[in-house]
């Protein structure tokens, strides 16, 4: 048998290359972003024993006059991870709303593309469904009718009709009535 030609409907927005490229730049950004968190926290980290080194440094001057130890720009470096930061979380931003304007795009799109397969399926449940109100129906009938005549469910014959009505095509708030409701407002083509 020969493997189908037919073209299979993208079902996810991650198969669009271009909504897969801005959400992949996303996340490089929201790890970019998860990196500089980690660098502030280890220059905080650092200044905080820098201060516990002030103390020997002071020890150092008073009892030699001079001071040998430098100390980084904490504070430099902590205000260049915060400008950097504020840039890239601008940067999300932006890719966000490009990432959600594809969404909507590449959405509308694979749903205009599998509205004929989807109508189609629906086509199908409609016959189905009208079908099985059909047979519900006559089944109803027979029991009523074996009932009508005065005879009981015995000796092998148990009634299996539907509970609740939920395919009764002649109740308007049945299961069914809705759906098909339903199914002529959304899909008129449907017949």
Request: charged residues 30%.
């Amino acid at each position: 048998m020969l493997p189908s030609k037919k073209k299979t409907t993208i079902t996810d927005l991650m198969d669009d290359p271009d909504y897969a490229a801005a959400w992949n730049k996303l996340q490089e950004l929201q790890e970019q972003r998860l990196g500089l968190e980690a660098k502030r926290t280890s220059v905080r980290n650092a200044t905080a024993a820098r201060r516990d080194r002030l103390d020997d440094a002071a020890n150092e001057l008073l009892a030699l006059g001079n001071l040998s130890y430098r100390f980084g720009d904490a504070t430099g470096e902590l205000q260049a991870i915060a400008e950097h930061l504020a840039i890239v979380d601008r940067a999300i931003e932006m890719q966000t709303e490009v990432v959600d304007r594809l969404a909507r795009e590449v959405n509308n799109r694979i749903c205009r593309d599998a509205r004929p397969v989807y109508v189609a399926i629906v086509g199908k449940m409609k016959a189905a469904l009208m079908q099985a109100a059909e047979v519900i129906a006559e089944e109803e009938r027979f029991r009523d009718k074996f009932r009508e005549g005065g005879l009981s469910f015995v000796a092998g014959l148990y009634p299996l009709g539907f509970p609740g009505g939920h395919l009764d095509l002649n109740e308007h708030s049945s299961t069914i009535s809705y759906w098909l409701r339903e199914a002529a407002e959304h899909y008129p083509e449907v017949k």
